[in-house]
């Protein structure tokens, strides 16, 4: 059986290639794979947004030094009404944030959050000077507060220790939020494949690779379970405040599971900032979670690029199929438009974000 096995391959390997002696060179690595594909569909590109929108979740450095009216242009282009820059820092450099935004006469688009140093925590008075702080800022016209993913994940207080962001010596903070009516975005941990082992069944392998500081596990900083575990406690013992779940609360991909967490927590709301790869390639769940949680997602993007905006519109207006995201190494699969309604469209886009930031002009969309 063995004889007739090999030379029946000897035959079908002439067949194939005649007399040739040398073998053809196939190999090729798993990063050089990346085949267009022959698949001819309909497509439809969407440039511009369908309604004009909020976006929640931006950051932008050297806002103080900026030429704002060059922003708005770019922002006009998109059809973006509303850029939330995260990146406020707080105290004197919050304030010349808003100096500038003043005196572009854009106070009506660009709305600035504070941040706050939690790894002084273990000073005396940490508690009272960041709440000071906290009223400080949104005197000068913070509309909100944002957590890094460090806080709570990296940092550590002056002993050495990680600082969970459930510290009780915080709540202070979060309560003082809801008690000025500004929302918390708060982003914890990373997608959880950077805790699983770097191997072939990771979906994160090439990402993982290329920024290999990516890559945690459970002692470096703590598990993945623990970290938004922490977050989600300081959601329910607050919950007067209003919480922002940065990157869909990391459940993009489970989200049944982020369905059950919605249901648990009334005072979370998710956006979908650098997951929009995980709702294109699910288009029938991701259709049945917006439609029941309408009223609980913000737009979000994250980094500020606007030539990244086109395929979260492509994927949220169009119902194109298979088609790529634009960083391979964050999403190697192909993905399909969700069509969402007009009505949840515009819930996704600005509706729910006037519910949840305050000082939002409402009549700009009524224009």
């Known amino acids: 059986m063995s004889h007739k096995y ?30 267009p594909s022959t698949l001819v569909v309909p497509e439809n590109p969407v440039e511009r947004a369908k309604f004009p929108f909020v976006d929640v979740h931006s950051h932008h450095w050297r806002m103080a030094e900026m030429d704002l009216d060059n922003l708005i242009s770019e922002m006009d282009s998109l059809n973006m009404q509303v850029v939330v820059n995260l990146s406020g820092r ?5 304030k010349a944030i808003m100096d500038n935004v003043k005196k ?31 009223e400080y800022d949104v005197a ?5 507060l944002k957590i890094y993913k460090s806080q709570g994940m990296t940092n550590t207080d002056s002993l050495g220790n990680r600082v969970k962001i459930n510290d009780p010596r915080i709540d202070p903070v979060w309560a003082k939020c809801g008690e000025l009516g500004i929302p918390v975005l708060i982003h ?13 069944l990771n979906e994160r ?7 290999p500081g990516r890559k945690r596990d459970n002692e470096s900083p703590a598990a993945w379970e623990t970290i938004i575990a922490e977050q989600h406690e300081i959601f329910r013992r607050h ?38 790869a995980e709702l294109g390639r699910q288009p029938r769940m991701a259709n049945k979670f917006f439609e029941k949680y309408q009223d609980r997602v913000l737009f979000g993007k994250d980094s500020y690029k606007p030539k ?8 949220l207006e169009s119902a194109d199929e298979y088609f790529p995201y634009y960083k391979r190494y964050h999403a190697f699969w192909k993905m399909y438009g969700l069509d969402l309604p007009d009505p949840i469209l515009e819930k996704l886009y600005y509706k729910n974000a006037l519910k949840v930031i305050p000082g939002l002009d409402a009549g700009m969309w009524e224009k």
């Open 6 to 35: 090999t030379l029946l391959c000897t035959l079908m390997t002439l067949a194939l290639f005649g007399q040739r002696r040398e073998p053809l060179d196939i190999t090729i690595d798993f990063e050089s794979y990346d085949p």
């Open 90 to 94: 707080g105290g004197r450099e919050l």
């Open 104 to 134: 572009s006469g854009h106070e009506d688009r660009v709305v600035v959050f504070t941040n706050i140093n939690i790894r002084s925590i273990l000073e005396p008075d940490w508690t009272e000077n960041t709440v000071k702080q906290i």
């Open 140 to 144: 000068n016209g913070a509309r909100g």
């Open 188 to 200: 914890s941990a990373d997608p959880k494949s950077f805790w699983s082992p770097h191997d072939s």
């Open 205 to 211: 392998w090439l990402e993982l690779k290329l920024r």
């Open 239 to 276: 919950p007067s405040t209003t919480f922002i779940n940065a990157h869909m609360g990391w459940f993009p991909n489970d989200l049944a599971k982020l369905g059950t967490l919605l249901d648990d927590i009334p005072n979370m709301y998710v956006e979908i900032g650098a997951v929009i």
């Open 308 to 315: 990244e905006y086109p395929t979260y519109f492509r994927v």
